[in-house]
């Protein structure tokens, strides 16, 4: 790089430790430009200054990359009608645990940071922040002039309300599967009336991915609300505002005249809920919907047929399905046994069967190819029924076994459940699968009453992050009702050394650690494999031609504010 020290010196002043030492990364090539952003965003940089560095070191001044929204010509004030998963239980911001009550959070609530298709973070209700040298206090800035929907203004008592609500230990929220060993309701502090600091329970490099709208519970709450009564309400900062809500049904939302941003597009959307994704395809290709918040390749090809009149949003993600095999019941107690099951499965036919090649292939980890940190040099794991056979004979299970599998019945599950159970034939193994709807099968989300979480083998959705860290932890950390680790662990893990390595990959800030450090856990994951990472497929998305710019996120956010319809 032709590098201007002059002016990267002048633009250091008033960085912290961790943005200088991501900025010296960059300088010396060891990060690409796309890495840098990213990279930079996480650890407060602003974008100008991001900019800057890249000009300074000889190249041109770049942006983040441009969204993958249904971006075209339309006319603004029209009704904008989409169609979603229905959401699985009472829309609460505490409990919500699917796709469709994400959604539904999304459309009124905001969060502090907004995690984009590009895995890049931008200020949202908060306009900046920074760590401390250690990362494990993070310091934001709360955006001033927001109003909450009732006319109440937004300030830092509502941030350290909410943060401590959702990180309580004793409550039921659901974002404590990310916060858990990472933030305590007492590591939550006012500075002042628009600053709020964040003292991490340990050092945390990817801690502001956890305030973003990847961590979906995490909408901003009025200081003392009872998230119980979301549901009636809506309350929230963003550009739409509640008009009705009829739960297993539908809801509709009109233009928040008060927005402190860009105000919405659309005067009005309204949502329809789906059980199934059939009639959510019927009804885009009807035309009683506009918008189809999501949508599998399987049962979806029509949309994807050349020429087909329709807008389709393509994002590759970190979205997948977790197998999961109880460590704690023969006989799945043996490592062996759990390897010789993943080495029965053709990963490039699955994908193709299910997905078409619209997904990247799985190395049982949650490590999906689209993080920069995942450690590629690590050899991927491809179907090899001899070695399979192997293990079993060795592991005392020449004759194979019976056992049962349970999966949530969402999109391409059951297909992918069934040839599951067809490739375990291969060594013997006879796989009883049940598929439940997502209410019957997540059950409480708690160890003893919930078939995802209980059940011997478990087949369950995840949706798409912007760093493993949520993979890392929630699945797969050793359970610990007390230090708040564990909390999705439908596999019953637990391993000290991978507890050890994660915890050290959480706490790094620099990529290049991250690396290293990914590596050692995709290794060791590869030899236990509680959980098979089979596939990491891409997030679909789709409108009518007339519609443009709605903005699905691949975690399963579809943000409405910018559509248009000719």
């Known amino acids: 790089m032709d590098i201007d020290h002059g002016r990267l010196s002048r633009l250091r002043q008033g960085q912290g430790e961790i943005a200088n030492h991501v900025i010296d990364e960059y300088a010396a090539g060891r990060l ?36 993958s929204s249904t971006s075209g010509a339309g006319a603004a004030g029209a009704t904008i009608k989409a169609g979603i998963i229905v959401p699985a239980a009472a829309v609460n911001p505490i409990t919500v645990a699917d796709q469709g009550g994400l959604d539904m959070l999304g459309q ?11 895995l890049t973070l931008q200020p949202a209700l908060a306009t900046s922040w920074s760590p401390n040298s250690k990362a494990d206090v993070w310091t934001f800035k709360i955006r001033q002039g927001v109003k909450f929907h009732n006319g109440q203004p937004l300030t830092a008592d509502d941030v350290v309300y909410t943060y401590k609500l959702q990180t309580n230990p004793k409550g039921a929220s659901n974002a404590l599967s990310a916060f858990g060993g990472a933030l305590a309701p007492d590591g939550v502090k006012k500075v002042d009336d628009s600053t709020v600091a964040f003292h991490l329970t340990a050092p945390n490099g990817n801690f502001p991915y956890l305030t973003s709208s990847d961590n979906y519970n995490m909408i901003i709450l009025p200081n003392h609300y009872d998230p119980a009564k979301w549901q009636s309400s809506f309350i929230g900062t963003g550009p739409f505002v509640l008009k009705s809500y009829t739960p297993k049904v539908g809801a509709s939302f009109t233009r928040n005249a008060q927005y402190w941003g860009t ?28 918008v189809l918040g999501q949508f599998a390749v399987t049962g979806g090809e029509q949309l994807l047929a050349p020429g087909a009149p329709y807008n389709i949003v393509n994002l590759k993600s970190s979205a997948h399905r977790q197998l999961s095999m109880r460590c704690d019941q023969a006989p799945f107690t043996d490592p062996r046994v759990r390897q010789a099951i993943a080495l029965t499965l053709d990963r490039p036919a699955i994908i193709t069967a299910l997905f078409k090649g619209q997904a990247a292939l799985g190395n049982d980890s949650p490590f999906a190819p689209v993080f920069p940190s995942t450690n590629h040099t690590v050899a991927q794991r491809a179907q090899n029924i001899a070695k399979a056979k192997s293990l079993m004979s060795a592991a005392g299970h020449a004759n194979g076994f019976s056992t049962q599998l349970i999966g949530n019945d969402t999109l391409e599950i059951p297909s992918y459940g069934q040839i599951v159970a067809q490739a375990a034939k291969s060594i013997g193994v006879t796989i009883h699968t049940k598929f439940e709807p997502s209410g019957t099968y997540y059950g409480k989300a708690t160890f003893g009453n919930s078939d995802w979480l209980d059940a011997t083998m478990s087949l369950v959705d995840y949706g798409h992050r912007s760093v493993p860290n949520v993979f890392l932890t929630a699945p797969l950390q050793t359970i610990n009702a007390k230090k708040g680790t564990g909390s999705w662990n439908a596999a019953h893990f637990s391993n000290s050394q991978y507890d050890k390595l994660s915890a050290q990959y959480v706490a790094t800030a620099d990529l290049t650690t991250q690396r290293t450090i990914a590596g050692q856990i995709e290794t060791l994951l590869l030899n236990e494999t509680p959980i098979i990472f089979a596939y990491f497929y891409n997030y679909l998305s789709a409108s009518a031609k007339n519609v443009h710019g709605s903005y699905p996120t691949a975690i399963g956010h579809i943000f409405l504010n910018k559509t248009t319809k000719g």
């Open 263 to 290: 105000k919405a597009l659309p005067a009005a959307t309204e949502f329809t809920f789906y059980a199934t994704q059939t009639p959510m395809i019927l009804a885009l290709t009807g035309g009683s919907i506009d």
């Open 32 to 67: 690409s430009r796309r890495d840098f952003l990213r990279r930079g965003a996480v650890v407060g940089i602003s974008l100008p200054v991001l900019g800057a560095v890249i000009s300074a070191c000889g190249s041109s001044t770049t942006t983040t990359p441009s969204s």
């Open 108 to 118: 009124t609530g905001e969060y502090l940071t907004f995690s984009d298709q590009h």
